[in-house]
């Protein structure tokens, strides 16, 4: 079966160069830019594993990674932030000539978890950031290979992660309601007892001290439309003087728009609204949705890149990657 | 780790019996039915696996089992039949004590698919039905451990499977045509190198040839919106008289519905629409779809417990199930 493995040889032949010129310019060695741009092109072509230790993963057992949601598999795949990190994740680990699977036991399960990790020998994984329990705090610790978590894990937990900045998003949309006149802020939040959402209004609340805003109130929830429809039917209840909602989700924000509509609110001459994600959804929302892109093709790369060097060389190369929330102006504001 | 194992002890306690009892009770052996039920009830609120084979499978690293579809990470994400399967899945290999896992190899990957299940010791895969491969048949071969199709396999595959009736459910949408007067019937179909559309689309041209419509026209696809849209307008161009079409999906439905209402024809009016699957898509459609129905949850649990008689017992105890598919009139016919 590895009769067919691709060699150095294949990529000097494609490249039209001498073997060793071609294990030159892959190695760093010397080479004219214009032969390692050619020699690199011919490696992409073929999939080529130039690395010693990458070649060690692809040929034995260890090149098998898992993905970890400890979501209701039903959530798992209808959350577009969990399906799109996960379908990334697959992707990514593809390229790096890993062979990824996703766990699927029951969330509570944490012995389940645990023993399909070990029993299927996988090298490592990347968890996707999930609702903090300690019998699962405890599982990840008692698993012990690398893990790699997308989405800033439970502060007690410290391990390696990639996210984007929710502070600064949530900063962010914060002084793009002030540049817009916008007074009476409320926010519809994610479920708080992860770091992400708290980030979120940790932002948005300094930014409103800042540009002399006021945060009229927050209804804790889930990243939901439905929690989106409830949460904004509180606000209007209490705070009828509303003039700008952060949902921390773009779901939360379809469910937003829906009670403001019901409500007969315009967005956004009578309140503005800003999500949080930019997947598909913002965009097909009438109107456009003004939101904070996480960039997930880049996330879940970088998750990739982290666990492949992690396996490779024995260390983190990188503890953390962060990327900044691009905030896409729609018509919401 | 197994010391909270629950014992047949715990069940007794919790039934109120004595050991004996509630063994004899769960073992077949001579109980009133009352107390069969009460300790049946106790064992089911304890988890309690009483089958010897099975709780080896709970205790041992084969209880590890693999959930297959060899399709783009994406679209196993976003189809609502392969991402509907895959957790209803999920929940019932929960409930079978069994811990699954989602393969995310890419596609074409077959050597990789192959060592990932080797690799992870899985004790056996259930795949969901996918575009043939020899390449990928090889693979399923050479794994050589259980494996059970959800979706009729290639035909030239002799696994066993669970699937709908789509025979059935071709014939049952040619049926309900014709009884609404419909005499020009189009078809959008699904990818017809698998056998699940061409079984569809046979039922509906025997049930036009028994009642005396025509089958005016088939545009062969994938189980897509964008397929929907542009397989209509391809029948609208060569076949304005349509009036009646027979989506493979409902997926495809919703494309149908686009291209209708773009080119003014009404639904039903003037053209009536059968979709496939019943799943959330069909309700939301404006007029809601006339569709047959899937019971995933079903299938998925005749899936599991398929797979469980074979690695409890050694012998597939059915080699397959075929559920029908359940006709749901709507508005659209």
Known sequence: MEGDAVTIRDVAKLAGVAVSTASRALGNGSASAKTRLKVQQAAEALHF?????????????????????????????HDAFISGVVSQLATSFASAHLLPFLVLTQPHDAKGFLKLL??????????????????????????????????????SMHYPYVDVDSYQGGYAAG?????????????????????????????????????????????????????????????????????????????????????????????????????????????????GLTT??????AMAEAATGMLVERLETGEWKRRAVLFPARLVERESV
């Open 292 to 297: 904070l892109a996480q960039p997930l093709p």
């Open 118 to 155: 070990n029993g299927s020998g996988a090298a490592g994984a990347v968890i996707v950031s999930f609702h903090y329990t300690k019998t699962f705090a405890d599982a990840v610790k008692e698993y012990g290979k690398p893990v790699v978590f997308v989405g800033h894990p439970h502060v």
């Open 175 to 287: 002084e793009l309601f002030a540049k817009h006149g916008r007074k009476r802020i409320a926010i519809v939040e994610g479920p708080t007892d992860m770091l992400t959402p708290q980030l979120r209004t940790e932002g948005i609340v300094d930014a409103a001290r800042q540009f002399g805003c006021e945060i009229i109130g927050t209804v804790p929830g889930e990243y939901s439309i439905e929690h989106g429809e409830r949460g904004m039917r509180e606000i209007l209840e209490k705070h009828p003087e509303v003039d700008a909602v952060f949902a921390h989700s773009d779901d939360i924000a379809a469910g937003v728009y829906r009670t403001l509509h019901t409500a007969g609110k315009r967005v956004p001459e009578d309140v503005s609204v800003i999500g949080f994600d930019n997947f598909q959804t913002a965009g097909v929302l009438n109107p």
């Open 49 to 77: 594993v130039p690395n010693q230790a990458a070649k060690q993963l692809t040929s034995g057992k260890s090149n098998i990674v898992a993905i970890v949601a400890t979501e209701e598999p039903d959530f798992v795949f």
